[in-house]
């Protein structure tokens, strides 16, 4: 890596932005863990919130090279597409009060006690998955806020091979598995949200049959599935897709989704 000459910041999708990013994104990150470990020993509500919603912005900054002077927020229009075209996710609308309100709900839970820090760590990490409140780098700011909620209760620091994580260093788009044949990897973050629509519909009632073999939501991306899932059970998508990450952020024990 030539770090006299970094990669283009329309690049940063490449690996070898993610890699040249690295210093940077850990320099941030560490000094975000230190800042954590103190607001979750205080239990205070109020800067545990604050923490999150004001660290994502230096976090994405950081991922994608921008300035402070540099618009890195989504439109209200913005769409998450995969490389073949496919509509994964749209952004919700009114994004800004939905974060409010279920991080809220979720900080809340840790210091009542009725959720404890990894379930706060997954939290977070399906918010900003979900909300998709940045033009690039939601997925990496994402993983970073889980693993400092992670990490934020013991004394582990962030090592080189954490900060790879969460850039998302060596991951494979696409994986050749015979000599003509070839799997496409979808996104992590993305493939938590199939499963997740999956329990979602359990959640609110159908049958395991309906939902795997009449509305095959195990088959549909995250859009579509809410799109089937609201047509199925009468519910306005916009209404259903609050619901849904209400389902995700607060409501689901998760116990369903591995990391």
Not at 49 to 54: G, H, K, L, P
Request: with cysteine.
């Amino acid at each position: 890596m030539d770090f006299n000459n970094p990669p283009s910041a329309k690049d940063i999708d490449s690996q070898a932005f993610r890699e040249f990013s690295l210093p940077q994104v850990g320099s941030v990150l560490r000094q975000k863990l230190i800042d954590l470990r103190g607001i979750v020993k205080s239990k205070d509500n109020t800067l545990l919130q604050r923490f999150v919603t004001d660290s994502t912005d230096d976090i994405n900054r950081s991922v994608v090279g921008a300035s402070a002077q540099n618009n890195i927020s989504s439109t209200p229009d913005t769409v998450i597409m995969h490389a073949l075209g496919m509509v994964l996710w749209r952004k919700p609308a009114e994004s800004s009060k939905l974060e409010n309100e279920n991080l809220v709900a979720l900080t809340g839970g840790l210091v009542d006690g009725s959720i404890d820090r990894s379930r706060l760590a997954k939290g977070v990490y399906f918010l900003e998955v979900l909300l998709h409140k940045y033009k690039d780098g939601n997925g990496r700011v994402a993983r970073a806020l889980k693993t400092l909620v992670d990490k934020s209760g013991d004394t582990s620091e962030l090592t080189e091979d954490d900060i790879k994580q969460i850039l998302g260093i060596g991951r494979k788009g696409i994986t050749q598995t015979g000599e003509n044949k070839f799997q496409i990897n979808f996104n992590s973050d993305f493939e938590r949200l199939v499963l997740g629509v999956v329990y979602f519909g359990l959640h609110k009632g159908l049958s395991a049959e309906i939902v795997t073999k009449e509305l095959k939501l195990n088959g549909a991306l995250p859009e579509q599935g809410l799109e089937l899932l609201a047509q199925k059970i009468g519910t306005p998508k916009d209404k259903l897709k609050e619901e849904f990450i209400r389902f995700m952020v607060v409501d689901s024990d998760l116990s369903w989704c591995n990391f």
